[in-house]
């Protein structure tokens, strides 16, 4: 028999985002279901951010194989209890273990039960987009969904895809002891600043990491343990073991969205700054909202629509203080514009401050002198940051209450850091924007000579 539910919210999709508006809400008196079709935690738990980090961490320590795959294991056994069902209960949110699918504009369908919600949120997130390369379909291959389950060490891995993905799994796995050649159809780390990108892909280079460019896989060939890709202008690699890396699909196809009126596009689901689908009872959220895929984004996604869900307040979504980190060694982050849009969009308004890590005494002392950060700087306020080097992924976070708050160079450098901290490099940063101002300037030279002389 079917079973009706009433709620006031409905959240499709128990990963970073929707666990996020579930426990917010409902601990903010809202009564709540919460639909996970297959593991609480999501895609950043179970399959991306968790163990690619706890990977790279074991990978860059020295651990073989069977020690770095037990670290990963570890790592995500002791998160999984925040993410599970028994604490989501123990919050008061009905969590029910299947997958939900719309059946009207305000009812879902979950098993046998039917879902009337006051409001819904998709957050369901995306899975490996697997492209049509011709052959691809007939070898094996990984994506982050199998990759750390391998158990067998590969002896050389191909990545097709030098994004985020393409190439933290890469480094991890060279410093595991495994041939690693990424194959990446236009530039790698293609979205950051090049000149910083370009530090992060010598030093992988310099780690042994054959990193292909300009190599648009065309074709797949081969069987376990030999497999060929062959890319556009002829070139062709060969390894044992494949991992395919060329970006998201968003998870839309089990919610048959045309029954609740929601239009999707082609990288999700169409949404307003509000986060609200074309159906106005229905918010999408994180990664399936098609913009920004972080795991931060998700959670920042819930924030917005709580304000407007459960307070009727209005509440916009920003994308403008939005960081981001790619955690190779060194690191590279990134907030804002990069130099070369911060060009487009300003012209001559733009100025660069620049500071390298090796003016900074905690690098000199500690041999992490490879690094810099980038701050660009429109009208005495920053409008974006680069920072390439070690901590890299830890420095971007004073940018980003920066940005978030709309605040001044002149408030970075009035804050005093601590001695020696590597993260004075930003305070540095604001000081070389101020430097010429102050030291090059015939009226500061005027103005403190004509008060020499008058001073007592
Ligand atoms: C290898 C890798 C590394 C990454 N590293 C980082 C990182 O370091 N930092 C970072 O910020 N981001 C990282 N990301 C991105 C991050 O994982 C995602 O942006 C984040 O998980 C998105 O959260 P989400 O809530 O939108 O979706 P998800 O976390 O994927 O959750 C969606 C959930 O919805 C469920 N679901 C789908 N359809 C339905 C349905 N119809 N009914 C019920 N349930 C459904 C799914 O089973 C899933 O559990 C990484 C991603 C990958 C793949
Ligand atoms: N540190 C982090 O925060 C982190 C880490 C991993 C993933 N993520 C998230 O996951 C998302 C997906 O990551 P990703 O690395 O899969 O995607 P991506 O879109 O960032 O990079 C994919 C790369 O594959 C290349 N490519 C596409 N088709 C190709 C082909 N046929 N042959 C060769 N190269 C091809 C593209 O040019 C691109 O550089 C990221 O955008 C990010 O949002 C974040």
């Not at 940018?399 to 005093?416: P, T």
Request: include cysteine.
């Amino acid at each position: 028999m079917v079973k009706r539910i009433i709620v006031d919210v409905c959240v499709i999709g128990g990963g970073s985002g929707g666990l996020s508006v579930a426990s917010g809400a409902v601990q903010m008196g809202a009564s709540v279901v919460l639909l996970e079709g297959h593991k609480m935690g999501g895609d950043c738990l179970n399959y991306g951010c968790v163990p690619s980090k706890a990977l790279l961490h074991a990978a860059k320590s020295g651990m073989g194989w069977d020690d770095a795959h037990a670290h990963v294991r570890q790592t995500i056994a002791t998160i999984e209890p925040h993410d599970s069902v028994e604490r989501f209960d123990g919050l008061g949110v009905r969590v029910i273990q299947d997958y939900g699918r719309f059946i009207s504009p305000t009812e879902v369908e979950v098993g046998d039960d039917v879902i009337e919600a006051r409001r819904f949120v998709i957050a369901t997130g995306s899975s490996p987009f697997v492209p049509p390369i011709p052959g691809l379909d007939k070898v094996p291959y990984l994506t982050n969904e199998t990759l750390f389950d391998l158990e067998e060490q590969p002896k050389h891995l191909l990545i097709i895809g030098g994004g985020p993905i393409g190439m933290e799994m890469a480094q991890a796995h060279r410093r595991l002891g495994s041939k690693v050649t990424v194959i990446e159809g236009a530039k790698a780390l293609g979205k950051d600043d090049p000149e910083l990108a370009a530090q992060v892909l010598d030093v992988l280079r310099g780690e042994g990491i054959a990193i292909e460019e300009e190599a648009l896989a065309a074709e797949v060939r081969g069987k376990v343990g030999a497999i060929e890709v062959e890319v556009k202008d002829g070139r062709v690699f060969t390894g044992t073991h494949l991992l395919v890396a060329v970006g998201r699909k968003a998870n839309t196809e089990k919610l048959n969205l045309k029954a609740a009126g929601i239009e999707p596009t082609r990288a999700g689901i169409k949404v307003d700054d509000s986060l609200r689908t074309t159906n106005r009872k229905v918010y999408a959220i994180g990664d399936v909202a098609g913009g920004l895929q972080f795991t931060h984004v998700a959670g920042y996604h819930a924030g917005v629509i709580i304000r407007s869900m459960l307070f009727g307040l209005p509440s916009k979504q920003r994308t403008d203080h939005i960081p981001w980190a790619t955690y190779t060694s060194p690191e590279l982050a990134q907030i804002g514009l990069t130099e070369a849009e911060a060009r487009e969009k300003h012209g001559d308004g733009l100025e660069v401050a620049r500071f390298d890590f090796a003016g900074n005494d905690r690098a000199i002392a500690t041999q992490q002198t490879d690094g810099r950060i980038k701050v660009m700087v429109v009208k005495g306020r920053p409008v974006g940051v680069s920072i390439v080097g070690p901590g890299a992924g830890e420095m971007i976070n004073l940018w980003a209450l920066a940005l978030a708050n709309n605040l001044k160079m002149s408030q970075i450098a009035a804050m005093v850091a601590p001695y020696p901290t590597m993260a004075e490099v930003s305070k540095r940063a604001a000081g070389a924007y101020f430097s010429p101002r102050l030291f090059d300037n015939p009226w500061v030279k005027r103005i403190v000579g004509l008060v020499q002389r008058v001073l007592p």
